[in-house]
């Protein structure tokens, strides 16, 4: 009887349960979209700020300070180099699915044809790698430098192009005439090469002074084969927090315990640490511009979100529980009647709570889909990528649209217990 | 006595069925006219349509020799908020509103709401120090007493009672038919639809409405239109 | 008593005596109309402040001398195109080789309060130069030198004119603190303006000046061209790096509020129509006794939205407040800084609830008065 009594609640009342399922749908589709996205916008975030580059710069232990230093007095000491071979390495540390791309630098002089001496870098720039784990990987400073303004030709395309071409800095282009198509010769400390301008770039920096040569090509002018002297790495890294600081100064310093979360969390202090471990003799540390940077920002960002969506899943309560009271307080004829009839109050809030309940149930699932389609509009729209859902955005709508809509409930079915039949079906209340 | 309202050849079919069939019937003005018959007789749907507030599916209504049975929706909304008088079983009252209200709302769509006259036609149910309550505050028989004072503030042609005091008791019951003794009195045409038979037999005229049609018509022989003396609370 | 009176007393009767349903609709109002106000403030006021956070990322114009160098009034003459309150941070360099331990060593002269501004991310084990005795030196520098906290360099400089038996100009200086930036910075000591000049017996003027500026992209290359246009001996360049990966990942940003923005309030609006078409439904009763009282269509709709305008009001008068006062704390939580107040969205708010609301209220009054008032009081 309670079964078919629901059943033709549902029948009678298809449209006011129809409404109320559209509403809690409504409200479950904004707890699902702003969850979702919410929980996913640090990782997205994150990725767009690998716009500003590298975080991490990982450079010769010993020779770091000394060879520039002596750089300026007699610009020939052969300090220290980084291996190139082990550059593979770095994608094989504990939080290598984090690191989203480094590129090697060497950096060396060469005279061009008309006697002035430029600085000449080598370096990846669409650098192709399969690794060991299987995944494949293009880095370099093409995605590495994308303020770059390419103000002639285009982009060197490692790949396609090979070795025998060079990127100069704008400052370089206009005083020596370069432009894109052109060859230039460059003469560098052991060897010479012509190579063809592949692109002129604008960086808005001293890198403008600059022109950026293949890896192997400086390797080969400069007689450096197999070395470089840094390299750039752009991770996603967690904000730094108290322990990361701590860490940052010593890891020596920590216990055991803390070693294990600040080395298994993706601190850009223990990125660094373990790309210490892997490239033999180097010294990684975080770029603080980027790194700190990235960090504020992120934080920022994520606490935006979640006020927002704070405020959106109160609004979301609050509009189902409105709507919940609303149509249960408009039947209070119908239930009127049946107290009349007999029903005592326990089983009449059974009744209400059993239809609202299955009502919830279906505009919940409804509404759950309809969120994480939400949450890819978004996604796709800004961020070029769909939304990861979490697990745990599942359990939280149920949570939410039961309390809310029992909570709802609770006015309705003090008001529908107090009411007294004969004052319903004489219009008077 | 010139005639108010004629029913010539009224039917109301709802799908196959035939709520009205084929009904002709009179009301003279100042008449006091009791509609009765079992449930499903035909009953509230002859006082719908007598009351504008339905159309009839083939016939014609005629109300002071207007035909009003081809009328559009709003034509029908005016002709209810001029002519006629509403009394329903329900009493029907806005909740919110107080009693004097309620009446004045009546006013207030029919012409200018005017809280005196208001106050005057409660005064004539006998509910003048009930004006500022509400329908909440009032017994049955009060709201129902609210309702025909609410009924006939526009002083309008027809006075109809759809089962007036079928949510009364014994005591309230019979003040309202004092009140409509006295409205007859007073001039008032009145038609009450019942299937309570002490109510129709204080009519003038009573006509018995079966399946739809008109079975049979009596005259009240006792009929006096004098007022028993009672006194309203 | 006139037609109009007896209009207003039906309404505020109807408002005030049914009460715990005007309250589910004023609610259902103001929660829309505080997540319409609130998520509005926030959207037009988060690139402002997030511009803010974006400085962190420090200078993104830079002031090159066309000739040598450039001098203090240049500066403040380059900084007067820029309007005052977009100015983060100023810093004037001026770099000479000097020596320490007779080993050269890049020195930088800046305005340490300028430098702390428009470079925000440097890390300084220690404190900031206080005084003109004191100096911070980079970290390699500190490395090189094994220099700590607290301890005394000695800094000479050999001017360019000096002859063959001159002795260096010498000075003594109290390392206050070892800079951390991951960059280049680290090869450098930095000391004031006046020990500089006092070092090297001259005010050369600076080399270069970073700036940070608070300002769009757009805005910002405009600067950049008016100050080179009117100065002959500044050069305005904007760092790339900085502006343009701001532009990206702020323009992100501003779509992703804005996404978020449009369909929580699209939900919310649809959420507030179906509450108010609920409560409004309950009515239909009444509605239908209207009709049968005679009441043309057109004067029921008038009632009801009459109720309906006064509590869309209400509730946007109610809701923008709160969303002010929502948005205010979120600006306050995520970025210390206060909410710019925009009065006209006060008016806009109540204007959105009252369309709303009439909107949601219509479709049931409509439909009520489009049914046989006999059905209607029939009771369905």
Same mark, same amino acid.
């Given at each position: 009887?309670?079964?078919?009594?629901?059943?033709?609640?549902?029948?009678?009342?298809?449209?006011?349960?129809?409404?109320?399922?559209?509403?809690?749908?409504?409200?479950?589709?904004?707890?699902?979209?702003?969850?979702?996205?919410?929980?996913?916008?640090?990782?997205?975030?994150?990725?767009?700020?690998?716009?500003?580059?590298?975080?991490?710069?990982?450079?010769?232990?010993?020779?770091?300070?000394?060879?520039?230093?002596?750089?300026?007095?007699?610009?020939?000491?052969?300090?220290?180099?980084?291996?190139?071979?082990?550059?593979?390495?770095?994608?094989?540390?504990?939080?290598?699915?984090?690191?989203?791309?480094?590129?090697?630098?060497?950096?060396?002089?060469?005279?061009?044809?008309?006697?002035?001496?430029?600085?000449?870098?080598?370096?990846?720039?669409?650098?192709?790698?399969?690794?060991?784990?299987?995944?494949?990987?293009?880095?370099?400073?093409?995605?590495?430098?994308?303020?770059?303004?390419?103000?002639?030709?285009?982009?060197?395309?490692?790949?396609?192009?090979?070795?025998?071409?060079?990127?100069?800095?704008?400052?370089?282009?206009?005083?020596?005439?370069?432009?894109?198509?052109?060859?230039?010769?460059?003469?560098?400390?052991?060897?010479?090469?012509?190579?063809?301008?592949?692109?002129?770039?604008?960086?808005?920096?001293?890198?403008?002074?600059?022109?950026?040569?293949?890896?192997?090509?400086?390797?080969?002018?400069?007689?450096?084969?197999?070395?470089?002297?840094?390299?750039?790495?752009?991770?996603?890294?967690?904000?730094?927090?108290?322990?990361?600081?701590?860490?940052?100064?010593?890891?020596?310093?920590?216990?055991?315990?803390?070693?294990?979360?600040?080395?298994?969390?993706?601190?850009?202090?223990?990125?660094?640490?373990?790309?210490?471990?892997?490239?033999?003799?180097?010294?990684?540390?975080?770029?603080?511009?980027?790194?700190?940077?990235?960090?504020?920002?992120?934080?920022?960002?994520?606490?935006?979100?979640?006020?927002?969506?704070?405020?959106?899943?109160?609004?979301?309560?609050?509009?189902?529980?409105?709507?919940?009271?609303?149509?249960?307080?408009?039947?209070?004829?119908?239930?009127?009647?049946?107290?009349?009839?007999?029903?005592?109050?326990?089983?009449?809030?059974?009744?209400?709570?059993?239809?609202?309940?299955?009502?919830?149930?279906?505009?919940?699932?409804?509404?759950?889909?309809?969120?994480?389609?939400?949450?890819?509009?978004?996604?796709?729209?800004?961020?070029?990528?769909?939304?990861?859902?979490?697990?745990?955005?599942?359990?939280?709508?149920?949570?939410?649209?039961?309390?809310?809509?029992?909570?709802?409930?609770?006015?309705?079915?003090?008001?529908?217990?107090?009411?007294?039949?004969?004052?319903?079906?004489?219009?008077?209340? | 006595?010139?005639?108010?309202?004629?029913?010539?050849?009224?039917?109301?079919?709802?799908?196959?069925?035939?709520?009205?069939?084929?009904?002709?019937?009179?009301?003279?003005?100042?008449?006091?006219?009791?509609?009765?018959?079992?449930?499903?007789?035909?009953?509230?749907?002859?006082?719908?349509?007598?009351?504008?507030?339905?159309?009839?599916?083939?016939?014609?209504?005629?109300?002071?020799?207007?035909?009003?049975?081809?009328?559009?929706?709003?034509?029908?909304?005016?002709?209810?908020?001029?002519?006629?008088?509403?009394?329903?079983?329900?009493?029907?009252?806005?909740?919110?509103?107080?009693?004097?209200?309620?009446?004045?709302?009546?006013?207030?769509?029919?012409?200018?709401?005017?809280?005196?006259?208001?106050?005057?036609?409660? &005064?004539?149910?006998?509910?003048?120090?009930?004006?500022?309550?509400?329908?909440?505050?009032?017994?049955?028989?009060?709201?129902?007493?609210?309702?025909?004072?609410?009924?006939?503030?526009?002083?309008?042609?027809?006075?109809?009672?759809?089962?007036?005091?079928?949510?009364?008791?014994?005591?309230?019951?019979?003040?309202?038919?004092?009140?409509?003794?006295?409205?007859?009195?007073?001039?008032?045409?009145?038609?009450?639809?019942?299937?309570?038979? &002490?109510?129709?037999?204080?009519?003038?005229?009573?006509?018995?409405?079966?399946?739809?049609?008109?079975?049979?018509?009596?005259?009240?022989?006792?009929?006096?239109?004098?007022?028993?003396?009672?006194?309203?609370? | 008593?006139?037609?109009?009176?007896?209009?207003?007393?039906?309404?505020?009767?109807?408002?005030?005596?049914?009460?715990?349903?005007?309250?589910?609709?004023?609610?259902?109002?103001?929660?829309?109309?505080?997540?319409?106000?609130?998520?509005?403030?926030?959207?037009?006021?988060?690139?402002?402040?997030?511009?803010?956070?974006?400085?962190?990322?420090?200078?993104?114009?830079?002031?090159?001398?066309?000739?040598?160098?450039?001098?203090?009034?240049?500066?403040?003459?380059?900084?007067?195109?820029?309007?005052?309150?977009?100015?983060?941070?100023?810093?004037?360099?001026?770099?000479?080789?000097?020596?320490?331990?007779?080993?050269?060593?890049?020195?930088?002269?800046?305005?340490?309060?300028?430098?702390?501004?428009?470079?925000?991310?440097?890390?300084?084990?220690?404190?900031?130069?206080?005084?003109?005795?004191?100096?911070?030196?980079?970290?390699?520098?500190?490395?090189?030198?094994?220099?700590?906290?607290?301890?005394?360099?000695?800094?000479?400089?050999?001017?360019?004119?000096?002859?063959?038996?001159?002795?260096?100009?010498?000075?003594?200086?109290?390392?206050?603190?070892?800079?951390?930036?991951?960059?280049?910075?680290?090869?450098?000591?930095?000391?004031?303006?006046?020990?500089?000049?006092?070092?090297?017996?001259?005010?050369?003027?600076?080399?270069?000046?970073?700036?940070?500026?608070?300002?769009?992209?757009?805005?910002?290359?405009?600067?950049?061209?008016?100050?080179?246009?009117?100065?002959?001996?500044?050069?305005?360049?904007?760092?790339?790096?900085?502006?343009?990966?701001?532009?990206?990942?702020?323009?992100?940003?501003?779509?992703?509020?804005?996404?978020?923005?449009?369909?929580?309030?699209?939900?919310?609006?649809?959420?507030?129509?179906?509450?108010?078409?609920?409560?409004?439904?309950?009515?239909?009763?009444?509605?239908?006794?209207?009709?049968?009282?005679?009441?043309?269509?057109?004067?029921?709709?008038?009632?009801?939205?009459?109720?309906?305008?006064?509590?869309?009001?209400?509730?946007?008068?109610?809701?923008?407040?709160?969303?002010?006062?929502?948005?205010?704390?979120?600006?306050?939580?995520?970025?210390?800084?206060?909410?710019?107040?925009?009065?006209?969205?006060?008016?806009?708010?109540?204007?959105?609830?009252?369309?709303?609301?009439?909107?949601?209220?219509?479709?049931?009054?409509?439909?009520?008065?489009?049914?046989?008032?006999?059905?209607?009081?029939?009771?369905?």
């Amino acid at each position: 009887m309670f079964i078919r009594m629901i059943a033709k609640a549902f029948l009678r009342q298809w449209k006011k349960m129809v409404m109320i399922a559209f509403t809690i749908a409504l409200g479950a589709s904004l707890a699902t979209a702003m969850l979702s996205v919410m929980m996913d916008v640090g990782d997205k975030v994150n990725h767009e700020l690998k716009a500003y580059g590298a975080n991490i710069s990982v450079v010769p232990k010993n020779a770091s300070v000394i060879s520039e230093l002596y750089d300026i007095e007699d610009g020939d000491v052969s300090g220290e180099y980084l291996a190139e071979d082990e550059l593979g390495k770095i994608k094989t540390i504990f939080w290598a699915f984090n690191i989203v791309d480094y590129a090697p630098f060497i950096s060396t002089e060469a005279v061009l044809d008309e006697g002035s001496t430029v600085t000449v870098k080598g370096t990846w720039f669409d650098h192709h790698m399969a690794l060991p784990t299987g995944e494949e990987l293009d880095a370099g400073v093409i995605s590495m430098r994308s303020w770059w303004e390419i103000i002639d030709g285009d982009w060197l395309d490692e790949q396609k192009l090979g070795s025998d071409f060079c990127m100069v800095g704008t400052g370089i282009a206009q005083k020596e005439g370069i432009s894109a198509g052109q060859t230039i010769r460059l003469k560098g400390p052991k060897a010479e090469k012509d190579l063809t301008v592949a692109g002129v770039f604008d960086a808005g920096s001293d890198e403008d002074n600059e022109i950026y040569v293949p890896l192997d090509t400086a390797q080969e002018i400069s007689g450096l084969e197999g070395k470089v002297s840094s390299i750039e790495v752009s991770a996603l890294t967690t904000p730094d927090n108290e322990l990361a600081r701590k860490a940052a100064e010593d890891p020596g310093s920590l216990s055991v315990s803390q070693y294990e979360t600040w080395y298994c969390t993706a601190y850009v202090s223990s990125i660094c640490y373990q790309i210490e471990e892997v490239i033999t003799d180097s010294v990684a540390s975080a770029v603080r511009q980027v790194a700190d940077s990235e960090g504020q920002i992120l934080n920022k960002t994520q606490m935006l979100m979640i006020l927002i969506t704070i405020l959106s899943l109160i609004g979301a309560a609050l509009g189902i529980c409105n709507l919940v009271t609303a149509s249960v307080m408009e039947r209070s004829q119908e239930i009127g009647l049946m107290k009349a009839v007999g029903a005592h109050n326990p089983a009449i809030t059974g009744l209400v709570l059993t239809e609202i309940m299955c009502t919830a149930v279906i505009g919940g699932v409804i509404g759950f889909f309809a969120g994480i389609g939400f949450a890819q509009i978004i996604g796709h729209t800004v961020f070029q990528s769909a939304i990861e859902i979490r697990a745990m955005v599942v359990p939280i709508v149920i949570v939410l649209v039961i309390v809310v809509t029992l909570i709802g409930c609770i006015p309705a079915i003090k008001m529908l217990q107090s009411l007294r039949p004969t004052e319903v079906l004489h219009g008077r209340a | 006595m010139s005639t108010l309202l004629e029913l010539k050849n009224v039917s109301k079919i709802y799908g196959d069925l035939h709520a009205l069939d084929h009904v002709n019937m009179k009301v003279e003005k100042g008449e006091w006219l009791a509609i009765m018959g079992p449930s499903g007789s035909g009953k509230s749907t002859m006082m719908n349509i007598i009351g504008a507030l339905d159309k009839a599916s083939e016939g014609e209504i005629l109300l002071d020799g207007e035909d009003i049975a081809k009328k559009s929706a709003k034509a029908l909304t005016n002709i209810r908020r001029d002519k006629i008088g509403l009394i329903f079983q329900q009493f029907h009252l806005v909740s919110y509103l107080t009693a004097v209200e309620n009446v004045m709302l009546a006013q207030y769509y029919h012409s200018v709401p005017d809280e005196k006259e208001a106050l005057e036609a409660l &005064e004539r149910v006998g509910l003048k120090d009930r004006a500022r309550h509400y329908p909440s505050q009032l017994s049955g028989g009060e709201q129902q007493r609210v309702c025909v004072a609410r009924a006939l503030i526009n002083y309008p042609e027809i006075i109809l009672a759809d089962e007036p005091t079928g949510n009364l008791d014994e005591a309230n019951e019979e003040i309202v038919v004092e009140l409509f003794r006295k409205l007859h009195e007073e001039g008032t045409t009145l038609v009450v639809v019942t299937h309570n038979p &002490e109510v129709a037999e204080v009519a003038q005229r009573t006509i018995v409405l079966r399946n739809g049609k008109v079975d049979h018509e009596s005259i009240n022989p006792d009929f006096t239109g004098k007022i028993k003396h009672i006194t309203l609370q | 008593m006139n037609k109009r009176k007896m209009y207003i007393r039906m309404i505020t009767a109807s408002l005030l005596r049914r009460r715990s349903r005007m309250v589910i609709a004023l609610l259902a109002i103001a929660i829309g109309a505080t997540i319409l106000s609130g998520l509005v403030t926030i959207y037009i006021d988060v690139p402002r402040q997030l511009r803010a956070q974006f400085r962190s990322y420090g200078a993104n114009m830079l002031l090159a001398a066309t000739e040598r160098t450039f001098t203090k009034e240049d500066v403040d003459k380059a900084l007067a195109v820029i309007p005052g309150e977009e100015i983060v941070g100023v810093a004037p360099y001026r770099y000479e080789t000097v020596r320490i331990n007779d080993r050269p060593i890049l020195a930088a002269a800046t305005d340490m309060e300028g430098a702390k501004a428009s470079s925000p991310f440097w890390k300084v084990d220690g404190s900031w130069p206080a005084s003109d005795e004191e100096v911070m030196v980079g970290k390699n520098v500190a490395d090189t030198f094994r220099l700590f906290e607290g301890d005394r360099i000695s800094v000479t400089y050999r001017p360019e004119d000096a002859g063959e038996e001159d002795l260096d100009n010498s000075v003594d200086l109290t390392v206050t603190g070892i800079l951390d930036t991951g960059g280049k910075e680290e090869d450098y000591i930095y000391m004031t303006i006046a020990m500089m000049e006092e070092l090297t017996g001259e005010d050369r003027g600076f080399n270069v000046c970073e700036m940070s500026i608070a300002s769009e992209q757009s805005d910002l290359s405009g600067y950049a061209d008016r100050i080179s246009a009117d100065s002959s001996v500044l050069d305005a360049k904007l760092v790339k790096r900085v502006t343009q990966s701001e532009t990206t990942v702020l323009g992100k940003l501003q779509a992703l509020v804005l996404l978020v923005t449009i369909i929580v309030m699209l939900l919310t609006m649809i959420c507030v129509a179906t509450t108010m078409t609920a409560v409004v439904t309950e009515r239909r009763k009444e509605i239908g006794l209207r009709k049968a009282l005679g009441a043309s269509d057109r004067s029921i709709i008038n009632e009801f939205m009459g109720e309906g305008l006064v509590l869309g009001a209400v509730g946007g008068l109610l809701g923008a407040v709160l969303g002010f006062w929502f948005a205010q704390a979120v600006s306050m939580n995520v970025f210390n800084s206060s909410i710019s107040l925009m009065p006209w969205l006060l008016p806009a708010t109540m204007v959105v609830s009252v369309l709303v609301t009439g909107i949601a209220c219509l479709i049931p009054i409509r439909s009520a008065t489009d049914v046989d008032p006999a059905l209607v009081l029939k009771g369905e």
